[in-house]
């Protein structure tokens, strides 16, 4: 009997232990996903929930979304409607990233204070979710969406650097929410590629490859390269862009012009190693999960194959990756001595009553770059909008800085190379970047960048 | 002699239950009212259980410990449960014929634990009936098969003079003393066979019926009496390893296997269709938060078998997730109770069957609460004495009733040892 009781003690603390465990892990589960189980689309209760769908508004309290007689009603001008699709998502759920999806808990306050419940329980009022205002600017988000080449993909980000407001999101193609879920969306138009789009960044890679080299050794600034328009390393060669050759060049003119053969060479002097390292401490690898988003995971090659992979990697070709978004915080940090800042979307949620229930503040995320590294990028960059390759960036009365990048993504010369800008506005009082990619869009140096001086002006005609 | 178990009762009887007692009353009257009213009308039926609810339990806890000196504890627990099922059917069933048939099924199945209380201390004849009572086992579960239906992709039912139960249900009792009997004493791995082969053809039948749970259940069970038992761990282990490649070659060979395992791993890939059940139920879940959408509110009829097999979503979904966790707080309150009756019990046959009934019982919700959530795979059983259902009802409360006939032959016999040794003493 005791041997008997013993054992009856041992699986009954392990079937107690189970159920302690069970409980908890459902407890943590429900906790931490609830409220996205709940935000589902196919969640009916949402359609038929008696809570009216907050608004949507933007940085000036445009109203982009709204709710009229239980129907959903987002902006008149179709051109408009689709241009915001991207941030707002629809009421459908298609879209994995839009705030219409994402904060369905907040717009519909299926996490709302009991207060709200019993309030809405003894006035009859049905009761309306919270109102979201977001950072972004409607009509800027609008005019760059209507400048995007026609029939292009692709994606751009405006952001101000200092606060780390996104300023727009524009991801081609688009979509028009009342649409959502039907077959008159276009494939893939569901995804915000500002986010989602992982791409071959090209020449704005150079950016990184050049952080490397400074943090390693501050000694390069003063280095010449030879470049013969090509260069034959151990097992292969690299060219520069039309074979042109750049003679001996320092760095700085090698970046302005975009020297292929320099950054390949400077590639493979600091190493796999070293760069890998620069790479993944400016988020490469790595999930960029922020309070308002997340982005989808930026690559940089894990294991070195030959030294083929590291020579291209330096240029941003090969296996090496990354998002619209990602490159778009990586300039702003640069401008911003350094620092990257937060991303904010959210810039308030407001209860009906008028109540805060979260609001964005502006704060650093982490340091990416020491502060002389970040001001030699800044000059280098510069000087690619004054005499190198984004002399297209140049806006009269303010300095800009820039970096072009045209990826190759297939081994056929028919396929047009993604075009790629990334830049800012060097200016306290407008402090603005934006990042561009056009896919197919040919030489970055002209469709991308042209695309994000647009996007930075109307960036300063809309914001201020 | 009676003097002593006058006092024992007393003791009992001075145990903290009171407050426990008044408290489930008290919820079971504000929360009944509460759903009388959720309507445009007053819903009589729900103002006439507020006062029944509540009446029952005092006329059951204190006229079942009267006379048997039961563990009060384990009893409320129980009603508490009950009552949750009956309330939360009566705020989310369309039609207020659902919640008065579990009622009724309750009742019935009262009646079956006082009988199993009275049953369990009177019968001593367990040895001598293990065959017969394996054997009506058997036959019981193969009769779906002759008199049966398909019910959910399972052949588990049968119908018996205009009403359907289930076999499955009603044997775990049985099965349980059959098992108890065959382990108890000590026995010798040979000894045990017979009483092995018994369960693997139980296992088999149920198998045949595609009834997972149940065979999930009965197997568990086994194995983890025959551990108690004997104490074997290698072989237990060996038991375990086997059920392990009997799974294992069940999801190569059976589709549905495979089909339940896919949706578990990501219900989200098919949530119109094959995955509906569990995303809806998961959604259910989540829309409940942490205070539940409120009695009445929200929609958990939107889940399959919501009054069945998913009713844990519609509690969580009603009563919010701090509300499901104390639910599952009271099962393991029941189960350490029913393991303090198991290890008090003075023979080794009480002492094994108290002990599988409350493995039982703690292994059945673990399934559907698991089920439910995502946890596990998703295995049809019923949460045991809250989902409707008769046939689970009756079985498990009368199941309940022999656990509680146990405590009662314990207090008895403690009873007895105090008068033992108060004699001795005098005599000394």
């Known amino acids: 009997m005791k041997e008997l009781r013993r054992n009856m003690r041992i699986v009954g603390t392990l079937v107690v232990v189970a159920f302690l465990v069970l409980s908890g892990f459902f407890a943590l589960t429900v906790f931490e996903q609830g409220s996205i189980w709940a935000s589902n689309s196919h969640n009916t209760r949402l359609s038929v929930s008696k809570v009216q769908r907050g608004d949507i508004t933007d940085r000036d309290g445009v109203v982009m979304a709204t709710t009229v007689d239980g129907q959903r009603v987002y902006a008149s001008d179709t051109a408009t409607r689709r241009a915001l699709a991207v941030t707002l998502g629809d009421t459908s759920g298609m879209s994995g990233t839009g705030i219409e999806g994402v904060y369905s808990s907040h717009l519909l306050d299926l996490s709302d204070s009991f207060a709200g419940r019993i309030k809405s329980l003894v006035s009859g009022a049905p009761r309306v979710g919270s109102s979201v205002q977001l950072t972004v600017d409607s009509e800027l988000t609008a005019a760059i969406a209507s400048r995007f080449p026609a029939g292009y993909r692709g994606a751009v980000v405006v952001m101000n650097y200092k606060t780390g407001e996104i300023l727009a999101f524009v991801s081609k193609p688009d979509y028009d929410p009342y649409d959502a879920g039907t077959d008159r969306v276009e494939d893939t138009a569901y995804l915000n590629r500002c986010l989602q789009g992982r791409y071959t960044p090209g020449s704005v890679f150079k950016i990184v490859t050049l952080a490397s080299a400074l ?12 470049c013969s328009g090509s260069w034959n390393y151990e097992n292969g060669s690299i060219v520069c862009a039309g074979q042109n050759s750049h003679g001996n060049i320092d760095l700085q003119t090698a970046f302005a012009r975009s020297c292929n053969v320099t950054f390949g060479k400077l590639a493979y002097q600091l190493g796999f190693s070293r760069l890998r390292a620069t790479a993944e401490q400016l988020g490469f690898n790595e999930n960029l999960k922020f309070d308002d988003f997340a982005v989808y995971n930026s690559a940089f090659p894990t294991v070195q194959n030959n030294t083929s992979e590291l020579v291209w990697a330096g240029i941003g070709q090969g296996t090496v990756l990354v998002t619209p978004m990602h490159m778009a915080l990586i300039t702003s940090a640069v401008a911003n001595n350094g620092v990257m800042m937060e991303p904010l979307l959210v810039r308030r949620i407001e209860g009906t009553s008028g109540n805060v229930v979260r609001q964005g503040i502006s704060r650093e995320n982490r340091r990416l770059f020491s502060e002389p590294v970040a001001q030699t990028i800044a000059a280098y960059m510069y000087g690619a909008v004054q005499n190198g390759t984004a002399t297209r960036a140049k806006i009269d009365g303010y300095t800009v800085c820039g970096k072009t990048g045209s990826a190759e993504t297939s081994n056929d010369k028919n396929v047009e190379t993604n075009a790629w800008f990334t830049g800012f506005i060097y200016d306290e009082a407008h402090p603005y970047a934006a990042a561009a990619v056009v896919e197919q869009g040919g030489a970055g140096s002209r469709t991308a960048t042209e695309l994000s001086a647009f996007a930075l002006q109307a960036a300063l005609y809309f914001v201020g | 002699m009676n003097r002593k178990i006058q006092r024992m009762r007393q003791a009992l009887r001075r145990s903290n239950t009171r407050l426990l007692l008044t408290a489930v009353m008290l919820f079971q009257f504000t929360s009944m009212l509460l759903t009388a009213f959720r309507g445009s009308g007053i819903s009589l039926q729900c103002v006439a259980l507020a006062f029944a609810l509540p009446a029952v339990t005092f006329v059951t806890v204190t006229g079942l410990s009267k006379i048997w000196p039961i563990d009060r504890a384990i009893l409320i627990l129980v009603l508490l449960l009950l009552s949750v099922g009956i309330i939360t059917l009566s705020a989310i069933t369309k039609s207020e014929i659902t919640p008065r048939t579990q009622a009724v099924y309750s009742l019935g199945g009262l009646g ?45 039912w049968i119908q018996l003079g205009g009403i359907s139960v289930q076999p499955s249900e009603f044997m775990k009792p049985v099965m349980i003393a059959v098992l108890a009997a065959g382990f108890s004493n000590r026995p010798r791995f040979l000894k045990t066979l017979p009483t092995i082969a018994f369960a ?17 259940l009965y ?18 282990i060996a038991g375990l390893g086997m059920g392990c490649v009997a799974a294992v070659l069940a999801y190569r060979a059976l589709p549905y296997v495979q089909d339940r395992i896919a949706i578990w ?15 809806q139920s998961l959604i259910a879940i989540g829309s409940g938060g942490m205070f539940g959408m409120g009695l009445g509110l929200g929609s958990p009829r939107n889940v399959p078998l919501y009054h069945s097999d998913f009713i844990f979503a519609s509690v969580a979904e009603e009563f919010g997730l701090i509300f499901a966790v104390c639910l599952l707080a009271v099962y393991v309150l029941i189960i350490l109770r029913g393991l303090i009756v198991a290890m008090n019990a003075r023979t080794s046959f009480h002492s094994l069957a108290a002990f599988g009934i409350v493995v039982l019982l703690g292994l059945q919700t673990m399934l559907i609460v698991g089920g439910n959530t995502k946890l596990l795979p998703l295995t049809g059983v019923t949460m045991p004495l809250v989902s409707y259902g008769g046939s689970s009802m009756v079985s498990t409360l009368f199941s309940m009733g022999i656990l509680l006939g146990i405590s009662a032959g314990n207090a008895r016999d403690e009873a007895r040892d105090i008068d033992i040794l108060e004699t001795r003493e005098d005599m000394l």
């Open chain 2, 112 to 156: 079956a634990m006082t009988f199993g209380i009275w049953f369990v201390q009177n019968w001593r004849g367990w040895k001598k009936w293990q065959w017969w009572l394996a054997g009506l086992c058997v036959l019981a579960l193969f009769a779906p098969w002759v008199i049966g239906r398909w019910h959910y992709g399972a052949r588990n």
């Open chain 2, 265 to 279: 791993i990501n219900p989200w890939t098919d949530p119109q269709d094959r995955g509906y059940q569990l995303v």
């Open chain 1, 215 to 226: 943090q390693n050794d501050p000694g390069v600034v003063g280095q010449t390269f030879l």
């Open chain 2, 219 to 236: 197997f568990l069970t086994t194995v983890f009496m025959f551990y108690a038992a004997t104490s074997n761990g290698a072989l237990t």
């Open chain 2, 200 to 216: 693997a053809v139980c296992c088999g039948i149920l198998l045949s019926q595609r009834d997972l749970g149940a065979v999930l």
